[in-house]
Structure formats: C-alpha cells, structure tokens
C-alpha cells in the first residue's frame, strides 16, 4: 500500500524558517514527480513547488519563488522543501503528492495520484 507522511509543520512567526519532510513507502518513487501543494481555510488546493526524478530544475509558484527549495532523497523516498521568510500568507495545510508520471511538472491537483496527510504551517505575524 503506497503511503506518504507528511511532518515538520508548525507555529512560527514571520520571518522564521521551517523544513517539511514527505516520506513515501509502499512503492519505489525515485523515477516520478514529487510536489508540494497547500490549502488555506476556504481556498482552494494550489500548487506550491514541483521536483522531477532527477531533481533538476524544479518548478515554483511565484508566490514561493526565492523563499523556497524542494529537494529530494531518492535514497529515501523521501522529498523535502525548506521554507525562508515564512510570510503570514503561507499559512496552510502543506501537501506533498507523487504523479507517477516522470518528466511532468504538474500544478494541477489532478495530475497527481497519491498524497499525504497533510502538515499543518501556522506563521503568525
């Protein structure tokens, strides 16, 4: 059964840093597309950042561009993404998700067939 764990949210203030980690089992994921999205209270899921395989030229929303940088441990099955100048506007619920395609940088929830939990990021201002 493919599984993926979110962790490393929390309650920062602005301004602060934090790390989320997603580790996946159940599956090899080394070859697909891992990525971030996240949902505020009554907003829909967006996309947040994107890394293919290789980890080469990872794709951003602007929203997050220069604050943020997804990386990924195909040793682990894991995929990270280190958030700088945490801002309020990026309070949410922190998705990481697997579209087992390999070259693709989907912004679309629905390019992606498995998600975690979910993590939740509070930056108070």
């Known amino acids: 059964q493919v599984q993926l764990v979110g962790s490393g949210g929390g309650l920062v203030q602005a301004g602060d840093s934090l790390r989320l980690s997603c580790a996946a089992s159940?599956?090899?994921?080394?070859?697909?597309?891992m990525a971030w999205f996240r949902q505020a209270p009554g907003k829909e899921r967006e996309f947040v950042s994107a890394i293919i395989w290789s980890g080469s030229s990872p794709r951003y929303a602007d929203s997050v561009k220069g604050r943020f940088t997804i990386s990924r441990d195909n040793t682990k099955n894991t995929v990270y993404l280190q958030m700088n100048s945490l801002r309020s506007e990026d309070t949410a619920v922190y998705y990481c998700?697997?579209?087992?395609?390999?070259?693709?940088?989907?912004?679309?929830?629905?390019?992606?067939?498995?998600w975690g939990q979910g993590t939740q990021v509070t930056v108070s201002s």
């Open positions: 998700a697997v579209d087992t395609s390999r070259l693709r940088l989907g912004v679309f929830p629905a390019e992606y067939e498995y």
């Open positions: 159940g599956r090899t994921f080394s070859y697909y597309t």
